[in-house]
């Protein structure tokens, strides 16, 4: 089974990925681009956020592969270099793969050909042990806390102390400098119908055979008598490529034996190098957040419907900005039975930014990573869903609706597809008809969600909401001078 | 020993041309070999025998026993067919095995069918007999044998260096095996080495003849008590079993598709009598609705005209009437609810070919084959089914023709039905049978086929209204264009 530092091997997640555009709305690209400039491993950090876990224990889990990785720097260093390396041996494996699967394929493969696929495979297998064995020894140096380094540890140790690792090693060793050249031995095995069912190398020890011809020339004169005679028959060999496709097909199935381990290591380990790459953008996080002496935690995680958080700050405004003190914290607090949260205010009041900040946590959190604020409680949600209002799409083939029916469009869509326990995040949704209109229409929607267990935060001007909202369905929030959200 | 009975016997005298099988389409539902055994009638005498080995098959445990019975007759063959067409000495040695191990395992197969009817019972008997017993109690011995000597020889060391050399196996294990091996202590798992089945070239089928040359010996002798045995007896049941199953596997259609099937009862005197009788042969058009009609003819009424408009089902009738004409004649089920057949001598059709005639015309053509069907049927009871006989001159020739033709093959004791476009016959003595609209299908699409005097005109109007072209539909076009 494939080792992994996100998830425990008993994970309870039940999450359907994110909706690339949640990230973009909460511009969590952005904020990682300052984070983190190599595009190819924010990709992979993106990737895995979208991938939201909903099992506190993997939270916690990752939440202790962050600060072992925090407390050890040069583990972390020495274990992404060592991931990188391994990556590239994949890679190379891979296009040797290739090779072998043309040799399968076509049949017409030269016994030089296939010799020389057997030796890079046999490399590839000795280098992809090494590397299990240098893992091991790497994680075996330093004093671990967190379960997922520790599990990784225990599966390097299965296999590199069994003493079938130093045989396979001896077999790789022995094929790597393989030569066709020398003697070349396989075991014949024919069917009921006198044809060839099976053909294999083995090794030279096991042919014993007395040349007659040696006998007739006189060297039995020198035999000592008790010697025992091996019956065995010379095979003379005619043009043509019979045994020459018979001993190809037989080092293509060691091939096929070494390629076959090689892919079981890579796939065993085959997620850590993307995880790795999670956990070295979360490094780089915390170590930005530290730069800027921003308060940040560890959220609580509860299963309780508990959401609060105190001194929040939009991530997107830390990264732009200089120091944590050049953007404003607010508290949230959802309470127990509302369903959801209302935040009401004026053009340019932070109401945007405050959402962007909850969606933000919930996001982080739900990751396994630090949150930017003093203390945080969070429960994690089954899905994070977004609407944020939208310029009207350009025409094109299929859209003839207009702004609202867009929208709508995107909610129903969304609807469709939101589970019990998710979590809605709407910006000025229904904003582009009438006031009045667009209300009563996300009035029931909201009511909707509410009965569906599907939490929302809707950021709004329609003041009519406020009213048809009773105060069990919502709190309801307002903007006030200097962004700060007030009850 | 003494020879075994055959599942297929009688009749042969008379064949039926292939012409017919092709007019009644049989030749796009049936195999070539399940026509060749058409071709040739059974006899009132064998129709009983052959009706109840059908009726055997019927009982799944029958059915099952003779596809088994089937499965190694064809491995056995199959066996046989490798063994001739072995070239390399070592081919030769395991094919001769196999051989011999199918031709036994077809035997008891043979002699474990069920014995139901005359003709099962007594293919079983003769295989069960004491003498083939014995035969095959010696045989088994001597496979087992064979199997051991060749199960000493199955696996051997290849070695290549300067020399190559073959020698005995001693237990060598492979590096796959090695590795795979310890793979399995870690945890991981290899792919089993692929499985072969290559030829092996004549080199190394020396090699092994000259390692193993004392146990070819020993095979050699084993094979010298077979010589002289025909291995090839068994296989006669092959295609006799085949067109049982064949025409078994029609039946079994027949019953998914509401299709009624039963044994005809064989009549003393000259008729054809059938209720609810089916044209399978819509099957090949992969029309599964089939409409059922009547047949009645008697010493009474040997000749039948069939009338009525184009699509109206009419060579549907006339195959009908064919096709189950000639699997009763073989000893098959017919396609009907109940019938009752007289084994007729001969079964002839005469259907319109293809305009290719180089050297005389249509009508010329026609009445050659006419006259060389009736030549054939001389001093026999021909059934004969005629398909616009005629219709290649003019109306008045046609019609004269037609009824001299009538007048000859009842004077001659024949049956006939013939399907003609001449209205004229109602005039005629002879029975009129058309097509009418089925009363009991609402969209009035379907036609029956009913003993009546016809009327020639009925089914015009329809098949104008359908292509708008009745009167009102003129009308309708005529407002249509505003005028």
């Known amino acids: 089974m494939a080792i992994s530092l996100l998830h425990r091997a008993d994970s309870q997640a039940k999450v359907s990925p994110m909706d690339p555009r949640v990230l973009f709305h909460l511009s969590l690209d952005r904020s990682f681009s300052y984070v983190c400039a190599d595009v190819n491993k924010r990709d992979r950090f993106l990737s895995i956020l979208s991938a939201l876990t909903d099992d506190p224990s993997d939270i916690r889990y990752r939440q202790e592969v962050i600060r072992d990785l925090y407390e050890n720097p040069m583990l972390s260093e020495q274990l992404f270099s060592l991931f990188s390396r391994f990556e590239e041996l994949m890679v190379a494996q891979k296009n040797a793969g290739r090779d072998e699967y043309r040799m399968n394929a076509t049949r017409n493969t030269s016994l030089t050909s296939a010799k020389n696929i057997l030796q890079t495979q046999a490399l590839c297998l000795k280098r992809a042990l090494l590397f299990v064995k240098a893992f091991g020894e790497l994680l075996a140096g330093y004093s671990l806390r967190s379960s997922a380094l520790l599990d990784l540890l225990g599966a390097c140790r299965e296999i590199y102390e069994s003493p079938s690792f130093e045989k396979l090693l001896l077999y790789c060793a022995k094929y790597e400098k393989f030569s066709a050249n020398g003697f070349l031995d396989f075991k014949v095995t024919w069917n009921e119908e006198g044809r060839i069912a099976a053909y294999e190398l083995i090794d030279h020890r096991y042919i014993r055979i007395t040349d007659p011809e040696l006998k007739k020339k006189g060297f039995s004169l020198f035999k000592k008598a008790d010697e025992t005679v091996y019956p065995c028959e010379r095979v003379y060999v005619p043009k043509g490529e019979f045994y020459e496709t018979l001993a190809v097909s037989a080092l293509s199935d060691l091939t096929s034996c070494f390629s076959s381990l090689s892919e079981q290591i890579f796939s065993r380990f085959a997620e850590i190098g993307d995880e790795l790459a999670f956990y070295d953008v979360a490094l780089r996080y915390v170590c930005c957040l530290d730069e800027k002496q921003v308060p940040y935690c560890f959220p609580t995680v509860t299963c309780d419907g508990e959401f609060a958080a105190e001194q929040l700050r939009d991530l997107y405004l830390l990264m732009t900005k200089e120091s944590a003190s050049d953007v404003v914290a607010n508290d949230v607090r959802m309470p127990h039975g509302a369903g959801g949260v209302l935040v009401l205010g004026n053009n340019g009041s932070g109401k945007t930014v405050f959402l962007r900040s909850i969606g933000t946590l919930q996001v982080l959190a739900q990751a396994g990573l630090p949150v930017p604020c003093k203390h945080a409680t969070v429960t994690p949600c089954s899905q994070i869903a977004t609407q944020f209002s939208e310029a009207e799409k350009e025409f094109c083939e299929g859209n003839d609706a207009g702004r609202f029916e867009q929208e709508v469009r995107e909610l129903a869509a969304m609807v469709d597809t939101l589970r019990d326990g998710a979590l809605v995040l709407l910006n000025e949704t229904f904003q582009s008809t009438a006031y009045r209109e667009g209300a009563e229409g996300l009035y029931h929607l909201l009511k909707y969600f509410s009965e569906q267990n599907i939490r929302w935060i809707l950021v709004s001007h329609l003041r009519d909401l406020e009213k048809m909202l009773a105060p069990d369905d919502a709190a309801v929030l307002h903007t006030a001078e200097g962004y700060r959200i007030c009850q | ?483």
């Not at chain 2, 004969?384 to 033709?405: A, P």
């Open chain 2, 1 to 483: 020993m003494k020879e075994a009975p055959r599942l297929l016997n009688g009749g042969g005298e008379i064949e039926w041309t292939s012409r017919l099988f092709a007019d009644l389409q049989l030749d796009k539902l049936l195999s070539a070999q399940a026509i060749s055994v058409l071709c040739s009638p059974c006899g009132a005498r064998e129709i009983p025998l052959r009706q109840e080995v059908f009726r055997a098959l019927e009982d799944p445990t029958v059915l099952q026993g003779v596809n088994a019975c089937l499965t190694a007759l064809n491995a056995a063959e199959r066996a046989q067919t490798l063994w001739r067409e072995a070239e390399i000495p070592q081919d030769r040695y395991h094919a001769r095995i196999a051989v011999l191990a199918t031709y036994l395992n077809a035997c008891e197969q043979l002699a474990t069918l069920p014995a139901r009817g005359v003709l099962l019972a007594k293919v079983a008997a003769c295989f069960s007999s004491s003498e083939r017993r014995e035969l095959a109690l010696a045989l088994r011995r001597d496979l087992q044998t064979l199997r051991e000597i060749a199960a000493r020889m199955h696996q051997g060391l290849l070695s290549f260096s300067d020399k190559h050399w073959l020698t005995p196996d001693r237990d060598a294990v492979s590096e796959c095996a090695v590795i795979a091996e310890a793979a399995r202590d870690l945890g991981f798992a290899v792919p089993e080495a692929r499985r072969m089945n290559t030829k092996v070239d004549l080199s190394l089928s020396d090699a092994v003849c000259r390692l193993y040359a004392a146990e070819l010996e020993e095979m050699d002798a084993l094979f010298g008590r077979y010589e002289h045995m025909d291995l090839r007896e068994p296989l006669a049941y092959i295609s006799e079993l085949r067109f049982f199953l064949e025409m078994h596997a029609l039946v079994g259609r027949a019953g998914s598709s509401g299709v009624s099937t039963c044994y005809p009862h064989v009549a003393a005197v000259p008729q054809y009598r059938a209720k609810c009788l089916f044209d399978i042969s819509l099957w090949a058009k992969h029309c599964e609705h089939i409409i059922p009609n009547d047949v009645d003819f008697s010493a009474e009424e040997p000749l039948f005209f069939l009338i009525g408009a184009n699509g109206g089902g009419k060579t549907t009738y006339l195959r009908a009437v064919g096709i189950n004409l000639v699997l009763f004649l073989a000893g098959c089920p017919v396609f009907a609810r109940e019938a009752a057949i007289y084994p007729f001598d001969l079964a002839a059709s005469h259907f319109p070919m293809d305009e290719r005639f180089d050297r005389v015309g249509r009508l010329d053509e026609e009445l050659a084959r006419m006259t060389e069907i009736l030549r054939a049927a001389e001093r026999k009871t021909a059934f004969i089914l005629m398909n616009e006989t005629f219709s290649g001159t003019d109306d008045r020739r046609g019609f004269e023709l037609l009824r001299q033709m009538a007048a000859e093959i009842c004077q001659a004791g024949h049956f006939c039905l013939y399907v003609t476009h001449f209205h004229e016959v109602m005039a005629l003595e002879y029975p009129v049978l058309s097509a009418e609209i089925d009363a009991d299908d609402e969209n009035k699409r379907t036609y029956r086929i009913v003993k009546s005097k016809g009327n020639a005109s009925s089914y015009a109007a329809d098949i104008l209204k359908k292509y708008r072209l009745d009167k009102d539909s003129l009308r309708v076009r005529r407002e249509g264009h505003g005028n």
